[in-house]
Every structure is written in structure tokens, then in C-alpha cells.
């Protein structure tokens, strides 16, 4: 898989983990994604930021996640609005 298709699932992979959860301020994908195995789908690892608190994740392109452990609950009224995302190349952007 080419480094553009890899970011592109990344930046999939976010917006679709941060439309399933509120709260996440920050995404951090810490090596490039692929597939585990004869047809696995397409899965990256990042760091989740949600609270305060740093969350080890495997991220898809579509919602179905894994995360170390549970996730807070974060309010409607203390959710940010933007989240920082960074790729695996050190790239980053803010997602709103």
C-alpha cells in the first residue's frame, strides 16, 4: 500500500473513531496501517487522548475499534470541538 492510500485510511480511521466517540482530543497513529492477515480489514495503531488520559487503540476505516481499556464517558458540554490528529509520517491537523 502507497504512503497517500495509508494516510487516507488514517484520516478515515479518525473521523470515523471520533463520529462513534465523543470527547477524543487527540489521535496520535504510531506506525503506518494494514492488513493483519488473509482478509483482515484494513487496522492502524494510535494513541487515543480522551480526558487527560492517553489510550492505546487499533483504529479501522470503519467503526468497530479496539481500545486497552474503556473509554470515559465525556459530557456533551465538556466535549472539544476540534481534535488534533497526528499521522504516522508526523503530519498532523486539526479535525473539527
Known sequence: MNKATNLAN???AAVAFI???????EI????????????????????ITMGGHEYQA???????SGVSEPLPIIGVEDAPT????????GSSEVIE
Open 10 to 12: 488514517q484520516r478515515k
Open 19 to 25: 463520529g462513534d466517540k465523543r470527547g477524543v482530543q
Open 28 to 47: 496520535a497513529f504510531t506506525r503506518e496501517g494494514g492488513r493483519s492477515g488473509f482478509g483482515a480489514p484494513w487496522a492502524v495503531n494510535a494513541v
Open 58 to 64: 487499533i483504529l479501522g476505516v470503519t467503526s468497530g
Open 82 to 89: 476540534a481534535v488534533s490528529v497526528t499521522y504516522s509520517d
